[in-house]
C-alpha cells in the first residue's frame, strides 16, 4: 500500500506507518510468559508484493507462516503454515538438524504466488497453494553436511543466509562461502556457482564458474572443500528488479555484476 511497513526482531513483529515514527502497532508476538520456555525465533519477515493486508514470517524451527491482518489485529493465529514434512530416516537425524533447519530468510516471488526459503544447506522454493511442502529444492553447498562439527565449533552454522528472486521469478540466488554466490535458473534446471573476489576488481572481467571437489582427484579449475574460506561469506544478495544485474556484498566489498549479452 506505500503507506506501512514491517519490522521483526526475535520475539515480536511490528506494523508501522511512513508518517507515524513515534509508536508501531504490534501485530505478531511469539514471548512466552515464561522465558524459559521460549522454543523458537522470529528469523524473517516480509509483506505480499501485491495484498497489503497479507505477510509471511519464518522462524527458527524451520516453519512459515502466512498472516492476514483482516482476520485479527494480533496476529497469533496464522492463516497457513509452511513446513517441510520431518524426515522419518533414522540415518538423518543428528545433533544439528534442528539448526540447520532453521530458516535464515524468506522473500516472496515478484507474482505473489511463490515464496524462497533459505536454511543452511539448501533453499527452497514453495507454492502459497500448498503449504505440505516445496515445490523445488535446490542445495547450496551440500558438500558441507560433512563438516557440521567444524561448522559449529567456529559459529559458521549460525550464519543467516539471504536469498532473493529475479525479476520475473525465473531464478533465484543465494550466498555461500568462500565468496561464492549461486544463481539457480527454475526453468532449465541448471545452477551455477560464481566468485566474487578481489581478482576480479577490473571492469567488464568475465566471471568463471567455479566447481567444489569433495574427494578424490581434484581437476585443475576446482577448489578443494578443505581449502573453502569459511570467513568469507556472502550473507546479502539483491537481484535488479527489471535488469539481469546483480549485488552481493562480499567482506567489505560490494560487487556489481551485469549480464555479458
Not at 54 to 72: A, E, P, W
Not at 90 to 113: A, H, M, P, Q
Not at 167 to 180: E, R, V
Request: include cysteine.
Amino acid at each position: 500500500d506505500q503507506e506501512t511497513y514491517l519490522s521483526a526482531d526475535d520475539l515480536r513483529i511490528n506494523l508501522w506507518h511512513l508518517e507515524i515514527t513515534d509508536q508501531s502497532f504490534n501485530i505478531v508476538d511469539i514471548k512466552p510468559a515464561n522465558m524459559e520456555e521460549l522454543t523458537e525465533v522470529i528469523t524473517a519477515a516480509e509483506f505480499h508484493p501485491t495484498e497489503c493486508n497479507v505477510f509471511v514470517y519464518s522462524s527458527s524451527k524451520g516453519t512459515i507462516r502466512l498472516c492476514d491482518m483482516r482476520s485479527s489485529a494480533l496476529c497469533d493465529r496464522h492463516a497457513k503454515l509452511f513446513e517441510e514434512p520431518e524426515d522419518v530416516d533414522i540415518t538423518n537425524k543428528s545433533f544439528f538438524r534442528e539448526i540447520i533447519s532453521s530458516i535464515s530468510d524468506v522473500k516472496l516471488s515478484n507474482s505473489g504466488r511463490y515464496m524462497i526459503s533459505r536454511d543452511y544447506l539448501s533453499i527452497k522454493v514453495w507454492d502459497l497453494h500448498m503449504e505440505t511442502r516445496p515445490i523445488e529444492t535446490y542445495p547450496v553447498h551440500e558438500y558441507l553436511r560433512t563438516k557440521l562439527c567444524s561448522l559449529y565449533e567456529n559459529d559458521c552454522i549460525f550464519d543467516k543466509f539471504e536469498c532473493c528472486w529475479n525479476g520475473n521469478d525465473s531464478a533465484i540466488m543465494t550466498g555461500s562461502y568462500n565468496n561464492f554466490f549461486r544463481i539457480f535458473d527454475r526453468n532449465s534446471n541448471k545452477d551455477v556457482t560464481l566468485e566474487a573476489s578481489r581478482d576480479i576488481i577490473k571492469p567488464k572481467t568475465v566471471l568463471k564458474p567455479r566447481k567444489v571437489c569433495t574427494g578424490g582427484k581434484r581437476k585443475k579449475d576446482e577448489i578443494s572443500v578443505d581449502c573453502l574460506a569459511f570467513n568469507k561469506r556472502i550473507l546479502h544478495t539483491a537481484w535488479h528488479p527489471l535488469e539481469n544485474i546483480i549485488a552481493v556484498a562480499a567482506t567489505n566489498n560490494l560487487f556489481i555484476f551485469q549480464d555479458k549479452f
